[in-house]
């Protein structure tokens, strides 16, 4: 049994103990879940990827609570082919999904993995970050997947959802992360709610996103039907031997404006 303490840290140390107990099957024990934070133990979202786990591996699994600051995880065996998460709040999609992917690796049949929840938070990956930068690294390893976004979805509702399709015959390889390689071009997508289209928002975070950067952009805008009010921008950069990229939330009583400066600021 792998003791694990984590008065010292957030809900990574959860999902990555998860992901490699699944893998690997080794049981663990975390005490002092997510100490860090204010507000410690299990939300909504990691409890989410704890029953996911559960349920993909046959586990046993002791302190599967909200608000839980204890879990006992036994692995079993992955024999599911496909898995329908709902998180119930906006909590993450992305993170559950990335709890979820390592788990997988030595499974040798397909899998279909749906997540119902925000797709794009603060503090988490945003959804066109998993798809362009995240999902980018996972097929230079190897993998043989399939990935779309059904849905956006804003905080407080929710509401997205993610379809991640992992198929067999992996061909898992290195890649170089240290020498990124010139620069080939910059995408930056706009996704907001359709209520914002007539205050021309999508318009607004790509002029100032512009004021800042100086470069050749393909931008991409998109209109969407979503549960409650929200926006982003997500800027990513084709490097020769890589991607990368990151992005903004639109906020309350924030400049559409001052979200596309913030972003190009970020990527600068």
């Known amino acids: 049994m792998i003791e694990i303490d984590g008065r010292h840290s957030g809900g990574q140390s959860l999902r990555s103990a998860l992901s ?10 975390i005490i002092n879940i ?3 934070r204010e507000e410690g133990g299990l939300k909504n979202q990691h ?7 559960e349920y993909l591996c046959n586990a046993k699994a002791k302190g599967t609570e909200l608000g839980s600051k204890e879990l ?4 079993g065996i992955i024999n599911k082919n496909k898995l329908n998460i709902d998180i119930g709040t906006a909590g993450s999609t992305t993170l559950v999904l990335q709890t979820l992917i390592p788990a997988c690796l030595n499974y040798n049949k397909e899998i279909v993995i749906e ?9 988490c990956p945003m959804s066109l970050y998993f798809m362009q930068v995240f999902c980018d690294f996972l097929y230079r390893i190897g993998l043989n997947f399939k990935f779309n976004i059904k849905r956006f979805g804003f905080y407080p509702k929710g509401g997205g959802e993610l379809y991640f399709e992992l198929n067999p015959n992996q061909n898992l390889k290195e890649i170089n992360f240290v020498d990124r390689g010139k620069l080939n071009r910059i995408d930056a997508s706009i996704v907001a709610s359709k209520d914002l289209k007539e205050r021309d928002v999508i318009k607004r975070i790509i002029h100032g996103f512009k004021l800042k950067l100086n470069k050749k952009i393909n931008f991409h805008e998109h209109y969407v039907d979503t549960l409650n009010t929200g926006c982003f921008i997500h800027s990513h950069i084709h490097y020769e031997n890589y991607k990368d990229g990151d992005g903004v939330l639109g906020k309350l009583k924030k400049k559409a404006e001052d979200v596309g400066i913030e972003c190009a600021e970020k990527i600068n």
Do not use: C, M, N, Q
């Open 34 to 36: 997510r100490g860090k």
């Open 72 to 75: 006992e995880f036994y692995p």
């Open 47 to 53: 409890l989410a990827a704890v029953k996911a786990i």
């Open 115 to 123: 997540v119902i929840g925000g797709t794009d938070t603060t503090h």
């Open 20 to 29: 490699l107990s699944a893998l690997t099957g080794k049981p663990f024990k």
